[in-house]
């Protein structure tokens, strides 16, 4: 089948200089000058007739991509294009939907239509800092260094509890109940009260003297 020269022929901006000659097997394509922008380029020859057919080589649309200005990307409305930033990137003054915030974003970032400024990845950052931080503050307060901040609204612990064999274990950030029977030890942690505490410790107590019968003198 004889192939249909389309050498001087004109299509919207576009006239063909001559067939490709770089590119003969499958479609023919036909080096092009553009008219809107002066530049050559080589375009497959089913691009240049038919319905969807171009109108110049790409620059125009090159173009409209190029500034954003107007355009929403993603979640984020392109406000009004600024200078380059000094890494040489486009710029722009963007509104965010999900935050509302007004930002500047580069060109490269818009292009990948974001859902939104950053904010929400920021958000993210920020509650896990957050937690962090409150994670290290209860773990200075295990250590007793803040048991009194912490205990603010009730009494400050101390080792005079009013109970007897109970005090304040701030090791464990709780209530211990400690004493000696017969040269045995007898203690215990994990009391979230002190009369918790002290009942455990005179239930054990009592039946450590009637087994031994000696009380020895309080740690
Ligand atoms: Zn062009
Ligand atoms: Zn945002």
Do not use: F, W
């Given at each position: 089948m004889p192939l249909n020269d389309l050498t001087g022929k004109r299509y919207g901006s576009l006239t063909v200089l001559r067939r490709d000659d770089s590119r003969l097997s499958g479609d023919a394509f036909w080096i092009c000058r553009c008219g809107r922008c002066g530049r050559e380029k080589?375009?497959?020859?089913?691009?240049?007739?038919?319905?969807?057919?171009?109108?110049?080589?790409g620059c125009s649309w090159n173009e409209r991509k190029a500034d954003l200005t107007g355009r929403t990307m993603g979640g984020v409305s392109?406000?009004?294009?600024?200078?380059?930033?000094?890494?040489?990137?486009?710029?722009?003054?963007?509104?965010?939907?999900?935050?509302?915030?007004?930002?500047?974003?580069v060109?490269?970032?818009l292009l990948g239509k974001p859902r939104d400024?950053?904010?929400?990845?920021?958000?993210?950052?920020?509650?896990?800092?957050?937690?962090?931080?409150?994670?290290a503050s209860s773990r200075s307060i295990y250590n007793g260094a803040k048991i009194a901040a912490a205990f603010?609204?009730?009494p400050m612990p101390t080792s005079t509890t009013g109970f007897r064999w109970v005090r304040w274990y701030p090791r464990n950030n709780c209530w211990c109940a400690t004493f000696r029977v017969a040269g045995q030890r007898y203690f215990k942690y994990g009391f979230e009260t002190p009369e918790s505490a002290y009942k455990w410790a005179k239930e054990e107590h009592e039946k450590?003297?009637?087994?031994?019968?000696?009380?020895?003198?309080e740690e």
């Open positions: 080589s375009i497959r020859g089913t691009y240049l007739t038919g319905p969807r057919a171009y109108k110049d080589c392109v406000m009004e294009r600024l200078p380059e930033n000094r890494y040489g990137q486009k710029t722009y003054r963007v509104r965010c939907a999900v935050c509302g915030a007004e930002r500047i974003m060109q490269h970032d400024c950053g904010c929400t990845a920021r958000a993210e950052t920020n509650e896990r800092l957050r937690n962090q931080a409150a994670d603010a609204e009730k450590a003297v009637k087994e031994h019968g000696i009380t020895e003198k």
